[in-house]
């Protein structure tokens, strides 16, 4: 491996002109991008998709015949405009840099998408491409926040503007739900077959909910296109793993230093994925399970698992590693309270609601997650884990609260993770009294509930678009009483509740 001086010799861009100068380490797309095709329009094109789906399309687009599953990206938001300027000069190629805990680093140049489309500038664009023929599945990734329930309900929001916005202008959408049905109803007016709509968030039974959210929308639009949708549209649930976390100016400088080509949006990701997908399309799929996806007929017990302990365990270390002062998943679970902590949690609290799959064994799944968490070389912020937890702590937290409370167990672990919580949104403040950010659609009702704690120690639980019930749940209420008290008292220190917490499980 070459690597470039520290001169201020101009780089290549990474492009597929350049793409010959890369190293012979460096696997590129062999595959003649010129003959490829888009069947799958993706919308959402953040890190993840790019370490994730948009992988295992490029390995899919090495083996013949695949040519038609190529990726044509969409960008929703404003924000999305720097990520085309950058796709759009590079060719829409872009490195993908595989690190593992040991050290081993795999670069591969990823060509799988074709073409993106920045929807704030040319909407019309967007919905035609959507309709076209070759548009076989249109994927998302809009984060949980995107699919617009209630979190404590599941029920669709109405009142979101952006929605009563695309109720009323379909021609001028904002949405994924606008984009979708006003290219849903041009395909039914054409007597056109559906597209699928697979999603690959992190909810569970993600496919579900999409059609539910979808065909709430569309209900109030147009009640035949509802029925078209209800018996033709398909929606895989899926479930979906690999962690990405967010680019950072360091993984720019590898790159540039490693392969002498500038490339200004690179994504660094583990070596562990995993991708488990309902085989339900209307029009043809890829064959991703000759690249390592697996199809079945039920994703539930598969995602259950991953969501309740996986993207749990992020959140728990998240917000009480935040309080603590740590800045990194890797950090806080190599500190051993942590890690006890987590696997207690893991054991006790998540455990006994998960069912147990064929093929895979649950305490070998857990140790494997403590050392991914552990890979020193994944650098994933807990800033990241603790972006819009009022989207993500409904699904991976506070449903396994509930689901223990109606069978009567314990869950004083999660309890504290609900208050550490209520402390972040509240003080904004680390114990070393770092400022801590809330990224969050809620963050000012979460800063409004959680800053009435001390006049009421359950003010935060009465955010019921959250947490449902639990303020009129006795038990889960005494205990979580006592956690804001330890929280909350002088010099407080969160290693030493959590221990305490350890203990009085036995
Ligand atoms: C994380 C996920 O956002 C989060 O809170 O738990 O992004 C997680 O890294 C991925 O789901 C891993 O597959």
């Known amino acids: 491996m070459q690597h470039a001086q520290q001169t201020n010799v101009k780089l290549n861009t990474l492009s597929q002109q350049t793409l010959s100068t890369l190293p012979a380490d460096v696997d590129v797309p062999q595959y003649d991008r010129s003959k490829l095709t888009a069947g799958i329009v993706h919308i959402g094109v953040g890190g993840f998709h790019r370490a994730h789906q948009a992988m295992y399309i490029n390995e899919l687009l090495k083996k013949p015949g695949s040519e038609s599953w190529a990726i044509c990206g969409v960008g929703l938001l404003e924000a999305n405009r720097s990520l085309r300027d950058v796709l759009v000069k590079q060719d829409y190629l872009y490195t993908l840099t595989v690190r593992h805990p040991n050290g081993k680093i795999e670069h591969q140049v990823m060509g799988s998408m074709i073409d993106f489309l920045f929807a704030p500038e040319n909407k019309q664009q967007v919905i035609d491409k959507l ?247 994944i650098k994933d912020s807990l800033a990241r884990i603790c972006l819009e937890s009022s989207a993500k702590l409904p699904k991976f937290i506070i449903a396994s609260i509930n689901e223990n409370i109606a069978l009567n167990r314990d869950t004083s672990l999660a309890c504290l993770v609900i208050a550490a919580w209520c402390l972040y949104s509240d003080k904004r403040v680390d114990q070393q009294g770092n400022q801590l950010d809330i990224n969050d659609q809620m963050a000012a009702q979460l800063h409004d509930y959680a800053s009435k704690t001390e006049q009421d120690a359950l003010s935060f639980l009465q955010l019921t678009d959250l947490f449902g019930d639990l303020n009129n749940q006795a038990n889960f209420c005494k205990d979580y009483r006592q956690a804001i008290a330890s929280l909350y008292a002088p010099g407080s220190d969160i290693k030493s509740i959590m221990q305490a917490r350890l203990q009085a499980k036995g």
Request: charged share 20%; with cysteine; net charge negative.
């Open 131 to 377: 309709v076209n023929p070759q548009t076989k599945i249109v994927s998302l990734t809009i984060t949980e926040g995107g699919y617009n329930f209630n979190p404590a309900t599941s029920e669709f929001d109405f009142t979101n503007p952006d929605i009563v916005h695309d109720m009323a202008h379909l021609d001028d959408p904002i949405t994924a739900f606008g984009y979708i049905t006003a290219a849903l109803l041009q395909r039914k007016a054409k007597g056109m077959k559906p597209f699928t709509i697979q999603s690959c968030d992190n909810i569970q039974h993600n496919g579900d909910m999409t059609r539910k959210m979808l065909l709430a929308f569309v209900s109030k639009i147009d009640a035949e296109l509802g029925q078209w949708i209800e018996s033709s549209v398909p929606f895989p649930n899926a479930m979906v793993d690999r962690i990405t976390p967010v680019t950072t100016k360091a993984d720019i400088e590898y790159v540039a230093s490693a392969y002498n080509v500038q490339d200004e949006w690179p994504i660094t990701c583990e070596a562990f994925t995993q991708w488990v997908i309902e085989d339900n399309f209307s029009d043809g799929r890829p064959a991703l399970d000759s690249v390592g996806a697996q199809f079945v007929t039920d994703v539930t017990p598969f995602e259950k698992m991953k969501i309740r302990l996986l993207n749990a365990g992020h959140s728990v270390l998240g917000l009480l590693g935040s309080i603590h002062g740590y800045a990194t998943i890797d950090e806080s679970v190599t500190d051993p309270l942590f890690a006890a902590y987590l696997r207690k949690f893991m054991d006790d609290e998540v455990t006994p609601l998960i069912e147990q799959l064929p093929g895979i064994d649950l305490e070998q799944y857990k140790d494997t997650l403590i050392e991914r968490f552990a890979n020193p070389n």
